[in-house]
């Protein structure tokens, strides 16, 4: 959700605290703030983007060489300069910023307010501060034992920093349920809430564990538990390169990340897959081969686009590795009796690795006895770290707010989790499998072509900028699809979108079809072609502006659509890869024409670490 960043060294931190907010903008972005510790403690925040931040700072002070920025998504108390991070203590000594929610904040600020405590904001952020620096008065502990016993206290999730106008070389970091990464380097440390600020500056970094905290000086750093035991860290080195940080002259970066598809996926089959052999190789389940092999049935919980990825998964592995799926909104599956045994396999999808409830759904499923694997996008993310074993995306960074190679990045990973499974099961034959590996291999290839379509599709969305309504449509593992598109088009075009098994239209969806609705449906040349065609003519009796997703050199669709656009022929297997470029074109173009922010959404955050 809200995006951290931290220095302390000895460079001038304003530059580096507002390019890492610059870089985090997309995980939050109705406010932004700054602290700066020179002489004195400066809190600088702001309503708005970052940019606006900027203008508001630009004649003010911004010397120090401690510092910390913040920006917000809100969840206690509307967008607004006095709900804007940093917050400060009372006698405004303490600042914070802060990413989570504190869920006991209420009965926290209820007595301090007994206590003669005034708060400034409707924040839960506040609160804390001040429950710090009220243990520090009555108890007169030294600034790091006060935060360790009021993170004791506290219920709920937290990124915390927090910054003393009387300690000017120090910032304390803490996390539970919320990323915090620290970056290591000469003299001097940097903080954030993923690499992004980070990789500019030094390649060494700590991913901090649930319930530790970091207190960090010039020439020493030091992590503690919330039990206060001593934990030595674990120093990692970074492969994000700084140019994919960059938009590479595209004018989103949604649109760059569309057109890395066909690298990312490349990336994600890489070492993996041996189409002459017939063979699948995922390290990072081989020692679970024989889970796999005498599992009874696979659970995936996912939220948003990762749950319509394990939508085709459940297509993939249910034909291929003959093992019954189950396909849960982990949001959902944590909040029922869920029932799970130790011969169950649970999936848990995540592009950041942190979705909060994706995280509390595989606690759940833990605790119950079941192997979990982890299928996400970032190194050292809280899900692989929590996980049995796993398999990364290897999609590089996703910085548009809306998913699109993170998609096509997860499904490749899914489709080899089915046919790794399948292959160990002995339920699909070599050769079969050498037909769909050499297949699979040619589809970075198939989706190139993919976008070769892209001025065709900027021409069809022009004729729909201003609808109101669309659907979309599709059978088979092309629904999942369907949902996916929809998805997109309602997420950065803000047009109210749904998304439909083609023959559930019938049941409800067509009463809402006349000569004003778009519907889009995925008509590709495999085993429901006949079927589609009837929903096809269902949808034209009743005068809607059909817009059909063809296999090319199709003919019979064509004479029916208002608006066709190809896909390269590939096995059904393989149509999402495929289809959803075109679905993503389509989404983006129409969100250009209509003026919205299309990489940052309104009340859209990357990763939703808080529940």
């Known amino acids: 959700m809200c995006g951290i960043v931290g220095y302390i060294g000895y460079r001038d931190a304003y530059p580096i605290v507002i390019k890492g907010l610059h870089r985090l903008e997309y995980r939050g972005y109705d406010s932004a703030g700054v602290a700066l510790l020179d002489n004195e403690l400066k809190v600088y925040k702001k309503a708005g983007k970052v940019n606006d931040l900027e203008n508001f700072a630009k004649d003010l002070s911004t010397k120090g060489s401690l510092g910390m920025g913040h920006t917000r998504w809100a969840t206690h108390g509307a967008p607004s300069d006095r709900n804007s991070h940093p917050h400060s203590s009372g006698d405004r000594k303490l600042t914070i910023i802060h990413n989570g929610i504190i869920e006991n904040y209420a009965v926290l600020k209820e007595a301090l307010l007994a206590k003669g405590h005034i708060f400034k904001s409707d924040t839960d952020t506040e609160v804390l501060i ?32 927090i910054m003393s106008a009387d300690e000017p070389d120090q910032l304390i970091a803490a996390r539970k349920g919320s990323p915090m990464v620290i970056g290591v380097g000469e003299g001097e440390y940097f903080i954030a809430s993923d690499a992004t600020p980070i990789v500019e500056y030094t390649k060494n970094v700590i991913y ?7 207190y960090i000086r010039r020439e020493d750093l030091l992590i503690k538990n919330i039990d206060n ?13 700084l140019e994919m940080l960059e938009k590479g002259g595209y004018e989103h970066f949604m649109l760059k ?18 189409p002459q052999q017939g063979k699948v190789q995922l390290g990072g389940l081989k020692e679970y081969a024989d889970k796999l092999r005498n599992i009874d049935r696979i659970i995936i919980v996912a939220c948003g686009t990762s749950w319509h990825a394990g939508l085709v998964a459940e297509y993939l592995i249910e034909e291929y590795a003959r093992v019954p799926v189950e396909v849960e909104y982990a949001s959902e599956f944590r909040y029922r009796n869920p029932i799970i045994s130790e011969k169950d396999l649970v999936i848990a999808i995540s592009q950041s690795g942190e979705t909060a409830d994706t995280m509390a759904a595989i606690e759940l499923a833990k605790e119950r006895g079941a192997t979990i694997f982890g299928v996400c996008n970032v190194v050292g993310s809280s899900i692989p770290r929590a996980t049995h074993a796993g398999v990364y995306t290897h999609a590089g960074p996703e910085i548009g707010v809306a998913s699109t190679k993170a998609f096509t990045a997860q499904v490749t ?13 002995g339920s699909i034959t070599t050769g079969k499998l050498v037909e769909f590996l050499t297949e699979l291999d040619e589809i970075p290839e198939l989706i190139e072509k993919a976008l070769q379509s892209e001025e065709h599709i900027k021409k069809i969305a022009y004729d729909f900028q201003n609808s109101r309504n669309c659907l979309f449509l599709g059978r088979g593992s092309s629904f999942p699809v369907a949902l996916e598109g929809a998805l997109k088009l309602k997420e950065i075009s803000y047009i109210h979108a749904e998304g439909y098994p083609a023959a559930e239209m019938k049941h409800g969806p067509i009463a809402l079809i006349d000569e004003e609705m778009p519907v889009v449906v995925i008509a590709t040349q495999h085993s429901s072609y006949e079927k589609v065609i009837s929903n096809i003519q269902e949808v034209k009796a009743r005068s809607g ?15 029916m659509a208002d608006y066709v656009i190809e896909i390269p022929q590939t096995a059904e297997a393989f149509v999402p890869l495929v289809a959803t470029i075109p679905l993503q074109l389509l989404s983006y173009h129409i969100a250009v024409l209509r003026g919205c922010n299309v990489d940052q959404p309104r009340n859209l955050a990357k990763s939703v670490t808080v529940e």
């Open 413 to 425: 990973v899914l489709t080899l989790i089915a046919f790794y499974t399948a292959q160990i099961r």
């Open 208 to 214: 901090l564990n649930d319930n530790e905290i970091a």
């Open 545 to 559: 502006r059909l817009i059909a997703i063809v296999t090319e050199g199709d003919t019979e669709v064509r004479r």
């Open 130 to 161: 001040h429950f710090v620096e009220d243990i520090q008065q009555e108890t007169g502990l030294e600034l790091r034992e006060a935060v360790r016993i009021a993170l004791n206290k506290v219920v709920g999730a937290y990124a915390i920093v």
């Open 257 to 274: 990340e569309i057109y890395e598809q066909p690298r990312s996926v490349r990336d994600c089959m890489r070492g993996r897959i041996y």
């Open 229 to 241: 035991s001593v934990r030595v860290p674990y120093i990692q080195k970074l492969e994000l390169q």
